[in-house]
Nanobody, 127 residues
Framework: QVQLVESGGGLVQPGDSLRLSCAAS????????MGWFRQAPGKEREFVAAITWSSGNTYYADSVKGRFTISRDNAKNTVYLQMNSLKPEDTAVYYCACASRPLTMAVPASVREYDYWGQGTQVTVSS
């Protein structure tokens, strides 16, 4: 059993910053990539950012480029999402995900690439 534990969500004002953390715990397994997705009410779950575990290559959705930064701690199987200059449209439930099997696409931006998911953490950006 593998569990992804997320933290760092909350209510902030536009322009503020948040740092989300997600740690994988449980039996040792291979990590090919970890990523962040988000889902707003009435919308599909969308890709936010991802990082490959061995090489550290990062990928971002166009909507967050230049504002969000994903990073990882390989030894702890932990991924972080630094979110700066937050906008109201960033409001969503943010989910951490882990790909424990070989990736099928060069850019791990699809939910189909990930085997394990966190419970989600609410990020609300409002004045």
């Amino acid at each position: 059993q593998v569990q992804l534990v997320e933290s760092g969500g909350g209510l902030v004002q536009p322009g503020d910053s948040l740092r989300l953390s997600c740690a994988a715990s449980g039996r040792t397994f291979n990590t090919y990539a970890m990523g962040w997705f988000r889902q707003a009410p009435g919308k599909e779950r969308e890709f936010v950012a991802a990082i490959t575990w061995s090489s550290g290559n990062t990928y971002y959705a166009d909507s967050v480029k230049g504002r969000f930064t994903i990073s990882r701690d390989n030894a702890k199987n932990t991924v972080y999402l630094q979110m700066n200059s937050l906008k109201p449209e960033d409001t969503a439930v943010y989910y951490c995900a882990c790909a424990s099997r070989p990736l099928t696409m060069a850019v791990p931006a699809s939910v189909r690439e990930y085997d394990y998911w966190g419970q989600g953490t609410q990020v609300t950006v409002s004045s």
